[in-house]
């Protein structure tokens, strides 16, 4: 017992000989290293050590770049191009995080920006400050979020990529005829009518997180110009050397569903069973309740077979429909699907 309280008091001293900021610094690594932790603790071992080292030393390192510009903005006097430009970095990385895809993101930083003009205004300077801090604690937080969220898709996608892309194919050459509508790509016999108003994105335009299924994806069909809105479908190629069928594709599909459900994407899972389109594509179909865009949805696919023994995966995300299994608009997608013979 002795040994323990003398342990304590130099451990103690220890960190009171720290500095103010090596003491936050502690601080924060002691409380975000078992949060990342807990967030992560569905990977093995050694991939959750990778991220947790990495994300904090990413954002120990942002940090330190916005103490030193608060440091720079407290020591002078209310300088508003500084001001501008300050705010001006931290909406447009708040805008490249995706912040602004969810309209309560739009209205939480339209509060802050207003309650700032408040303070400035009245040359408040405390509590113009305290809206400063916190901006870059929100920014850092944010970043931070992000830079997890991503590295883990990216290792994710690389255990797909591995299993599906022995054929270096490029997906990205679509063609598209502007007088039927329709778009062929030269690698995959299947062709595309793509129904009026409708977009298709190119492989090539899509992001990392945009990409994730199983297989090398050949390109998406929204009814917004926006990727990630929904009604979708998400097409990919399996080529056929690999052994594709639905009981397979069903427990990877589980997967993908487990690793958003641990991005905090979605939750309230539940199985709907085995379904078949129109006596052409069988698949199987879930709901969840969408965290991102508040509402219960559906998601699934079904798996065409090629006539050169490769296959394509036909990932569906929708609204809920009473009454009809598919709403109209992704009836409209599917039936624009036609393999080539």
């Not at 610094?25 to 409380?31: A, D, E, K, Q, V």
């Not at 970095?89 to 912040?99: A, S």
């Not at 090539?204 to 009814?223: A, N, R, V």
Request: with cysteine; charged share 20%.
């Amino acid at each position: 017992m002795n040994f323990l309280i003398i342990n304590i008091g130099k451990l103690t001293k220890k960190f009171d000989s720290l500095s103010f900021l090596q003491k936050i610094l502690f601080g924060y690594i002691s409380i975000s290293a078992p949060f990342l932790y807990y967030h992560e603790k569905h990977l093995p071992i050694l991939a959750i050590l990778a991220l947790i080292f990495s994300t904090l030393v990413i954002s120990i390192l942002t940090f330190l770049i916005f103490i030193q510009v608060l440091k720079f903005l407290f020591k002078n006097e209310f300088h508003p191009v500084f001001e501008i430009f300050y705010f001006g970095i931290g909406i447009y990385l708040v805008y490249l995080f995706g912040f602004f895809d969810n309209q309560a993101g739009i209205i939480f930083l339209f509060f802050i920006v207003c309650i700032f003009l408040f303070y400035r205004v009245l040359k408040l300077r405390v509590y113009y400050q305290i809206i400063l801090i916190g901006v870059s604690i929100f920014i850092n937080g944010l970043l931070s979020f992000k830079y997890l969220q991503y590295s883990e898709i990216f290792l994710f996608n690389k255990s797909l990529e591995s299993k599906y892309s022995n054929e270096k194919k490029d997906f990205s050459n679509w063609e598209l005829d502007e007088k039927t509508n329709i778009a062929t790509n030269k690698d995959v016999p299947i062709q595309i009518l793509k129904p009026e108003g409708f977009y298709f994105h190119n492989p090539k335009d899509l992001k990392q997180d945009e990409s994730t299924g199983t297989g090398q994806i050949l390109g998406i069909i929204t009814d917004s110009i926006k990727v990630n809105s929904y009604p979708q479908i998400r097409l990919f190629y399996v080529e056929a050397l690999v052994n594709v069928e639905l009981d397979i594709l069903k427990d990877e599909f589980e997967k993908i569903l487990n690793f958003e459900k641990s991005q905090g994407q979605m939750e309230e899972i539940k199985y709907l069973g085995e379904n078949e389109f129109e006596k052409k594509w069988k698949g199987h179909f879930w709901t969840f309740y969408d965290v991102i865009r508040p509402r219960y949805s559906k998601t699934g696919f079904y798996l065409l077979k090629l006539n050169d023994g490769a296959s394509v995966v036909i990932t569906v995300t929708e609204n809920l429909v009473e009454k009809e299994y598919h709403e109209e608009k992704i009836l409209e997608m599917l039936n624009s699907i036609k393999v080539e013979f």
